[in-house]
């Protein structure tokens, strides 16, 4: 058995020699069809992947470059507005002033500070009454001016404007009045006391507009009362046509359209 075996081997290795050494008759083998091609390898690596270089010595420093031009820029939006701040504390109450009737306004405010105010009603019906009385007394208008003088049945009232005969006319005929018109000794002194060391003259109202030479009242009636300085009137350089009252308490006729006191007078 093991004689058959070794032999059996030493057979095929001689027919596998032979069948190595051999070469097959020419013309009896063809080329084989080619296979197809293989696929690509993966690429290479890129040569940057390579390490870095050390860093070279620092160049020296450059020269300072020009300064650049300082421009400003646009104005920003405009931001929301903030929330409103805490409300303060309640002020103390101011002192009450001294008590005075030097206007009829003050009267009355004088005299609400004597009320009860946590009645409003009654301090209500108080104001009333006084605004009532006053709304229909010409001492209502009088008292509308800084300065007013009781005389006879009417006051002479002025607030120490300076102006023409004529804007003086409509300045007391706006306020509920007329220009002042002495007609009496009286009311003449009266006049006078209101005039002071810095306005000499107050105008009257009395003109010569119609008819040179005679002055009367703007409403064309003849004047009752007259208090001409001496060699007055003269109409000088031909264009005083308007009266004034100096503070000697003499009349002289002027330019109309000089400045002097404006006087009104409120009646009844």
């Given amino acids: 058995m093991a004689l058959s075996t070794l032999y ?17 008759p020419s013309g009896l083998c063809s080329a084989g069809v080619p296979g197809s091609p293989g696929h690509n390898g993966e690429p290479g690596r890129d040569g940057r992947d390579g390490k870095d270089g050390r860093d070279g010595a620092s160049g020296a420093k450059g020269d300072c470059g020009e300064p650049g031009k300082a421009i400003q820029g646009p104005p920003g939006e ?10 303060g504390e309640k002020g103390d109450v101011g002192e009450r002033g001294t008590k005075g009737c030097g206007h009829l306004h003050a009267c009355i405010s004088a005299s609400l500070y004597l009320v009860d105010f946590e009645n409003s009603s009654y301090a209500f019906f108080i104001f009333f009454l006084f605004y009532w009385d006053a709304k229909n007394n010409y001492l209502f208008t009088a008292a509308s001016f800084r300065i007013f003088r009781k005389v006879g049945l009417k006051y002479y009232a002025t607030d120490g404007m300076k102006d ?15 220009l002042v018109l002495p007609k009496s000794e009286t009311e003449n002194e009266v006049l006078v006391h209101m005039l002071t060391s810095d306005i000499q003259v107050g105008w009257i109202r009395a003109t010569d507009r119609k008819t040179e030479g005679i002055f009367l009242d703007t409403d064309d009636s003849e004047l009752t009362f007259t208090k001409w300085k001496l060699g007055e009137p003269n109409n000088y350089k031909g264009r005083e046509d308007c009266v004034m009252l100096s503070k000697h308490s003499e009349w002289n006729d002027c330019p109309c359209d000089g ?5 009104c007078e409120i009646m009844n």
Avoid: I, N
């Fill in 8 to 24: 059996l081997t030493v057979l095929l290795l001689s027919l596998a020699s032979r069948a190595l050494t051999e070469v097959p």
């Fill in 259 to 263: 400045k002097s006191l404006v006087v």
């Fill in 78 to 87: 405009m931001g929301p507005a903030g929330s409103p701040g805490p409300k």
């Fill in 164 to 178: 023409t005969f004529d804007a003086g006319l409509k300045f007391c005929r706006d306020a509920g009045g007329d």
